[in-house]
């Protein structure tokens, strides 16, 4: 069975999450992924001419699993393991590894023997054998290691969760740098001065078309141990990673000056209020703040930017995420703003969405600064993406639709209304250098006016209508089929209001516009099912990914009515929630449409067959496709069961009170309902309650018989179906996978995405309607109608309105 990424992740931090305890997930989170660093550097490295890694013998994992349930297991892991492993690979450094016989942290004991034993049981798992894992953006310990990352930092709160960049962000950050389209070489350079774990470097790195040289710097050294472990378990085991404060004590340095880079990306701490610590801003050696003027002592973040800018080359590019405050404070920080604009730094911001880092909740923004034509620069390029997000628990997470619709406007520099627009200098100056966004875009909704007019005579406004346009551009005689003229500058409906939707879906030119969507969805996909049947082992996924979705969203761009980003979001739902994991399958082991029994283990450690299933190619599929007749026929018996069933409980309803037919029964079942047939059969009196009885046995009998007929029938078609699996072709399933369970599937969702423009339409003009359709002077009408009826009630019983 090949291994599913989704299942692997999830399996994966469930176990580790149960063996917590009490825990910090801040400190386990080191232990965890130095166990899976561990794990992955034994089975890639070890015994292998010419690694990266060196890998001491009796070093290794498996000298860690021999270890299991050892009193001393701790202080051998210590001594035994990684101290071996520390001093074989200069890359690695003793503070990398957090101490394995810390009773404050992991128990004392019985208690740190057996939480240590577990945690390397969890490990051992066949599916975590990494042996073959290629070390390319296709990796799937890379991404586990990624996974885990993002989830221990949304477990280890506020203040302890800065170590990781969300990687939709790192995303944003790598793209709109524009190393992807760079002349990049292994003397391209790149550098994170804040790195933490080190997602966001490595981010930059997968943009880049070739192998790259990064640099990294981090104050925190068990954070710094984590980012030199994830650049070897991503591949890029030359990395320099220095532990230190990058302000105060820069370790990335030539001589006397800063070392310069191509890239520099950072995620600083927010508005740091220790940055000058150490540090004599006035006097800094490297000239930092020369030209543009010191932050103030408790706000740090033009401090980092400044850093930035100084260990750029005369033609690097960078991006830093700050805090919205850096767009609009005052006093120093608008000296530096005013600066930095000036000398044409700073080509673009893009505002995010608030609560999406672990550390805060406030909102951030992506500055991007390019030394390239700075001298030239004749404004700044702004983007409000704020509004764009989904809910992810307690924060707010980037889809991939808003990551790819970010990347799209500010790299093409396209205008949008309420998103995108080009500040020139002038404006910006006139501003007084104010950066912040909403002076610029107005990204909020329009406001749904309610018309006076309209409430006090009646009437849609023509002015509500006209906000309609985009669906009457697509069906010009749709609006005179839903409304009729009341009066100058306002309509009624031609229609009633329950009959708005069938209208619409009637209407000859909204079936004309559906089925010219369906055609230029299906040309993409005749073209996909190629692709993609033409898939073979050692296939990149996240290429065949790639490839897809932007084939998909430059084929449904500028769709009218349809959101292409919505529609590439579809797809990349989809291959979250299963396709990857079918894709990945196939690249490790080819079409294989092998079925297999599910087994399931209780705590006892009994074993119960819960039947079988085959992952790449469901049961359904070949049931639907080979035995329709017979699936037909379950169909047709299952309604027949749902029938008796719903009459037995009908019959129970009707007959199961104080007084009815069922009364003397002490428990309703087919013996006891016997025996009292057999008890009054002969007694003239019990007529009704013998005609209720006889029913329902005669209901039980058959909804007993449709049972056992429903579970042959369903055994009978399973067994069918389990033995045509060896009957398939390569080329059927190929068929079967990509035309009936991955683009089927898709083509469904994006039906349902056509069918919510006829939902949004009529749900629109439905409110219109309600809110117009009766006006003032009826509604008063209506009132006093109501008064008088109260008050002839209340004469009618004594009393007196006053």
Known sequence: ????????????????????????????????????????????????????????????????????????????????????????????????????????????????????????????????????????????????????????????GKSKGQFYTPAEVSRIKAQVLGIEKAATSAATTVCDPTCGSGSLLLKVAAQAGTPITLYGQEKDEATSGLARMNMILHGNPTATIWQGNTLADPKLTEGEQLKQFDFVVANPPFSDKRWSTGLDAAKDKYGRFEGFGIPPNKQGDYAYLLHIVRTLKSAGRGSCILPHGVLFRGNAEAEIRRNLVQRGLIKGIIGLPANLFYGTGIPACIVVIDKRDAGSRQGIFLVDASKGFMKDGPKNRLRERDIHKIVDVFTRQLEVPG????????????????????????????????????????????????????????????????????????????????????????????????????????????????????????????????????????????????????????????????????????????????????????????????????????????????????????????????????????????????????????????????????????????????????????????????KKMLRAAEAQLDAQAYGHYAQLSEAQIRDLVVDDKWLSTLAAAVQGELERVSQTLTGRIRQLAERYATPLPQLTDEVAVLASRVEEHLKAMGAVWT
């Open 1 to 156: 069975m090949a291994i599913r990424k989704s299942e692997l992740y999830s399996s994966l931090w469930a176990s580790c999450d149960e063996l917590r305890g009490g825990m910090d997930a801040s400190q386990y989170k080191d232990y965890v992924l130095v166990l899976l660093f561990l794990k992955y550097i034994s089975d890639k490295y070890a015994g292998a001419p010419y690694a990266p890694l060196l890998i001491p013998e009796g070093s290794g994992f498996a000298a860690m699993v021999a270890l299991k349930g050892k009193a001393e297991i701790g202080d051998r892991i210590n001594k035994e393991i990684i101290a071996p492993l520390v001093a074989a690979n200069q890359q690695l450094s003793q503070s990398d590894f957090p101490d394995f016989n810390d009773q404050a942290k992991l128990g004392s004991g019985k208690e740190l023997v057996e939480r240590l034993t577990n945690l390397i049981a969890i490990f051992e798992k066949p599916e975590l054998n990494f042996s073959g894992n290629r070390a390319d953006d296709d990796d799937i310990l890379g991404d586990a290691y990624e996974y885990l990352m993002r989830h221990f930092a949304s477990e280890s």
């Open 419 to 706: 998103y995108a627009r080009f500040a020139s200098n002038e404006e910006i100056a006139k501003n007084d250098y104010n950066l912040n966004l909403p002076r610029y875009i107005d990204s909020s909704e329009p406001e749904d006016l309610q018309d006076i007019e309209g409430h006090l005579r009646g009437g849609i406004p023509e002015r509500d209508l006209e906000a309609l346009a985009a669906y009457w551009a697509v069906c010009p005689s749709l609006r005179a089929s839903l409304f009729r003229p009341l009066r100058t500058g306002y309509l009624e409906l031609a229609v009633e209001p329950g009959a708005i939707r069938a209208t619409i879906s009637a209407h000859a030119e909204f079936a004309v516009y559906l089925a010219a969507i369906a055609e230029h969805f299906q040309q993409w996909r005749s073209l996909a099912a190629v692709q993609l049947k033409a898939l073979e082992p050692g296939c990149h996924p996240k290429q065949v990914i790639g490839d897809l979705s932007e084939g998909l969203l430059l084929q449904m761009h500028g769709q009218p009515l349809l959101d292409a980003y919505g529609v590439y979001q579809l797809l990349l739902d989809q291959w979250a929630d299963s396709l990857q994991d079918d894709v990945y399958a196939i690249s490790a082991d080819g079409w294989k449409a092998e079925p297999y029994r599910v087994i399931e283990t209780d705590k006892k450690g009994k074993t119960k067959d819960k039947g079988w299933t085959c992952d790449l190619l469901p049961k359904e599929l070949i049931t639907a496709r080979f035995f329709a007749d017979d699936l037909e026929m379950f169909a047709e018996l299952s309604a027949e069961l749902e029938q008796a069933t719903s009459r037995l409980a009908e019959l129970e309803e009707e007959h199961g009170g104080e007084e009815g037919a069922f009364a003397e029964l002490e428990k309703l079942n087919k013996a006891n309902v016997a025996a009292r047939i057999k008890e009054i059969k002969h007694d003239p009196e019990a007529a009704d309650e013998l005609t209720a009885l006889r029913e329902w046995l005669l209901v039980s009998d058959e909804e007993a018989k449709t």
